[in-house]
């Protein structure tokens, strides 16, 4: 059975930091490219940032470019996203997801999700 588990969300004040973690099991965590959406309320889902499974390709949205890092760490099963520079739109449920498909930003690819963790940036 394959869970995702993220941990890490919280209350944070704009322009701080918080670093969310994803641990995974029951997949050969090595072989999937891992990604981080949000949701945030009255929105759709949006991608946030992904890594390939060798870590050799990553992608960012737009709006956490220069402000989120991705990283993953195979030997732990686990996918990190650090956010810095923190603001009030980042405020969302932060979901990590897994897929062997292909490397994209489309969530309709990603086979597995986790519960996601509340992230909420104030003023």
């Known amino acids: 059975q394959v869970q995702l588990v993220e941990s890490g969300g919280g209350l944070v004040q704009a322009g701080g930091s918080l670093r969310l973690s994803c641990a995974a099991s029951?997949?050969?965590?090595?072989?999937?490219?891992m990604g981080w959406f949000r949701q945030a309320p009255g929105k759709e889902r949006e991608f946030v940032a992904a890594?390939?499974?060798?870590?050799?390709?990553?992608n960012y949205a737009d709006s956490v470019k220069g402000r989120f890092t991705i990283s993953r760490d195979n030997a732990k099963n686990t996918v990190y996203l650090q956010m810095n520079s923190l603001k009030l739109e980042d405020t969302a449920v932060y979901y990590c997801?897994?897929?062997?498909?292909?490397?994209?930003?489309?969530?309709?690819?990603?086979?597995?999700w986790g519960q996601g963790t509340q992230v909420t940036v104030s003023s």
């Open positions: 890594k390939s499974w060798a870590g050799i390709s990553t």
């Open positions: 997801a897994a897929t062997r498909k292909v490397f994209g930003i489309i969530s309709g690819i990603y086979e597995y």
């Open positions: 029951g997949l050969t965590f090595s072989s999937y490219t």
